[in-house]
């Protein structure tokens, strides 16, 4: 297993994760850790060497931007994420606002909640994170 060290939330690189990227980080997300020919299998079920060399080009990337770290189980490395979806999900939503919006999430949060439909659920998990901000006083008042 991975040491809690291992797993904490990478430094932001400044680099995107690609979509390939991101396919190999979901897979890890699944499956807490593995190996290139458990994620090459997984990914490109009749897969072949030039999908094998991919995986781990793809692996040495995200490993580079910090997203995936390994350790050695006998002759062959297993991979973990080092970064969470929920973590990635905000790093990537504050590069978009400061590309976009001048660093302000407002203008893309009010976006993306306008234009989206919501269930029922989904409004109630909405009002309980407004809510939850209020109280915690992490919602900035504006004077």
């Not at 080009?57 to 490395?77: I, P, Q, Y």
């Not at 504050?94 to 989206?116: F, I």
């Amino acid at each position: 297993m991975m040491s809690e060290k291992d797993r904490e939330p990478a430094l932001p690189t400044g680099r995107e994760v690609t979509d390939a990227e991101l396919a190999v980080l979901k897979m890890l997300w699944e499956s807490d850790e593995a190996t290139i020919r458990e994620l090459t299998d997984a990914l490109y079920p009749d897969g072949s060497a030039s999908e094998y060399a991919t995986v781990q080009k793809l692996l040495e990337r995200l490993e580079g931007k910090g997203h995936v770290c390994h350790r050695a189980r006998g002759r062959v490395n297993v991979y973990c994420a080092r970064v969470d979806r929920d973590t990635l999900i905000g790093r990537q939503l504050r590069r978009t606002a400061e590309r976009l919006c001048d660093g302000s999430l407002a203008p893309l949060l009010s976006h993306l909640v306008r234009d989206a439909s919501f269930d029922e659920t989904e409004l109630r998990e909405l009002r309980e994170l407004v809510g939850r901000l209020e109280r915690s006083g992490l919602a900035k008042e504006r004077r």
